[in-house]
Each structure stands twice: as C-alpha cells, then as structure tokens.
C-alpha cells in the first residue's frame, strides 16, 4: 500500500484493463474512472471521472491490435490528464507498437517508431513505463525518461526452475540475427550454451531459415524472442531445429504475444511443445490454444510504478 505524498492513480483505455486492474489491486488502490468511448463516426471520446489535479497519475494502456485504436484511446487520455492540471503522467505502454519501424531499412521508409515517440510526448506524457521494446535504442528517440523493462526477468527464473540440474540437456536459440543479444542475457542468466539461427527473410512476415550456428542435437532448445507475431520466424526456425539440427524438444518464450493472422494455426502445427508468453498484451479466447501458457507481468509493473512514484531507483530491476 502506498501511502506518502501526492495522491497516485491507475486509469486504463480499453486496450488491457484486466492487467491494470491487477496492477491496482497489488499497490492496494482501485482502478481510477474514466471512460473510453466512441462517437458514431469513430472519433475516441474520453471522459475521466474524478480529479486528477496535482496526482501522479500511469495510464495502462499497451498499443496492440487494434494498433491505431488504442494508440489514440492513449494520446487522448494523456491530453485529458494534461489539461486537467495533473502532477506528472506515466504512460504505461506494457508492449509498444510501431517499433519495428525503427530506421530507415530502404529508400523512402517512415521511422514510425520516432513519430509514435514524438506524438507521446507531444500529447503531454513525462515518463514513458514499457517491457522489451523490439530495438533498445528507441529509448533515444524520446526527450523524456524511458524505463525499459526486461521480460527475460520474469522467464529466465520460470526456465531455471524447468531447468534445475539438467543443464547439459538444454540450450538457448535465437530465432534470427537480431535477437541474439535477447537470447545471450538469457544465457547468461541460466549459464546455458547458446545457438543461432541465421535466416534470410525474403519480405514483411515472411522469412527463410538457412543454417543452423551452434548444436542443437538430442537437446531441449529454447527459442527465445521479443515477439511473436504471424509466427513465421518462430515455426520455420523450430522446424529448421527438429528437421537440421535433430533436437529432442523445443520449448519457445517471447515476452509479447502478438499473434496475428495464421499465427495460432502456425504454432499449433509446429514442432514446438509449449510456447510460454508474458500478457503485456491480452491473449484470450480462441488464442488460448494447449501449447500456449500465459505468464504475468503485473507485479513487475507493480514494483516499477511504486519506485517511480516514490522516486525510488528502478535499475534494479533490470537486472
């Protein structure tokens, strides 16, 4: 429970409220009224229902499917609290949408990654709260404090408990060049050898596995992502592990479960035993599929927003 200060308060937009509830629950608070709305030509229409005049206030709201949709519902509400005098306004974006595009990877592409930054702090937010942003240097493209959490924090000690004495039987693998640095914390984490696998994706959502770095043989592998999207990159290079490499079990983890398109179909038809996800964004429904286990992140959310209010170091946890 915290009790020092100004008055800090938990609103969400439509995108997640379950996990905001149970971030309020934890610091002993109710979720704070507001209601998100829409006019019938599809403008977001926002009304908050108390004061927020000097209150320190996060507003939970993760930018998934409907990407658009909730990234409005968020800049809104941010501008809501901005105009209504509050002390200082913490967007809690659990998983950051847009941050693929964090550069410019051929001629004429928007950095829609900075424009979504800029449209955050324009709307009024002073600190940004996220897990696992898809590239870490988009933490720079803010002019405001950005706590970047560590998903790896909540499923390497999950995995080490799996683990245990077994060391030998097991290695980590990277699903493609730009998630080895993920897949090494987690290495270094659980001291488990590492793999990579080394692909060439011929267009957006689609994607060729080529070769195998490291060996998998008669090992239990651990697939380990940011995200996971359509699915493709995850199912080829699980089929890539079993078929080339002759590993004995592959397990997956990614801290977003994003799961659009034929993703559910793809998984479920894959070699892939259990894929273990983390609910910065909401899987419910027909998406819940046996192979699919939901882990929570509520209480590291938790314990970062009662470090931020109370002007608390957060660092440690992202160690």
Do not use: W
């Not at 509050?86 to 001629?107: E, H, L, N, S, W």
């Amino acid at each position: 429970m915290i009790s020092h200060g100004t008055k800090i308060k938990i609103f969400t937009g439509n995108a997640h409220p379950r996990l905001a509830k149970e971030i309020a629950e934890q610091l002993g608070l109710p979720v704070s009224k507001s209601t998100v709305s829409k006019f019938s030509d599809g403008e977001i229409a926002i009304s908050i229902g108390e004061t927020v005049r000097g209150c320190d206030v996060f507003v939970v709201q993760p930018t998934c499917y409907p990407v658009n949709d909730n990234l409005m519902e968020l800049l809104i509400m941010i501008d809501a609290f901005k105009r209504a005098s509050a002390g200082r306004i913490t967007a809690v974006i659990p998983y950051f949408g847009y941050a693929r595009q964090d550069r410019k990877a051929k001629a004429r592409d928007p950095i829609s990654a900075r424009l979504v930054a800029d449209l955050i702090e324009a709307a009024g937010a002073d600190r940004v709260l996220t897990m696992d942003l898809h590239a870490s240097q988009i933490q720079g493209f803010f002019n405001i404090p950005v706590d970047n959490l560590l998903g790896t924090s909540i499923l390497s000690p999950f995995f080490a408990e799996k683990v245990g004495a077994s060391v030998d039987e097991f290695v980590v693998v990277s699903p493609d060049l730009g998630s080895v640095s993920r897949a090494r914390k987690f290495t270094e984490k659980l001291d488990l050898p590492l793999a990579i696998i080394d692909k060439r994706r011929q267009k957006a959502n689609v994607s060729e596995v080529m070769n195998i770095i490291g060996d998998v043989k008669d090992k239990k592998v651990m697939l380990v992502d940011d995200m996971i999207d359509t699915a493709g990159t995850l199912c080829n290079a699980a089929r890539a592990l079993k078929e080339i490499g002759g590993a004995k079990d592959i397990f997956a983890c990614a801290t977003h479960g994003v799961l659009s398109g034929p993703a559910i179909e793809r998984i479920e038809n894959s070699p892939i035993s259990k894929c273990y996800l983390l609910d910065t964004v909401p899987v419910t429904g027909e998406k819940l599929i046996d192979k699919i286990e939901i882990l929570p992140v509520s209480h590291m959310f938790t314990e970062a927003i009662k470090r931020i209010y109370e002007e608390a170091s957060v660092s440690d946890l992202f160690s």
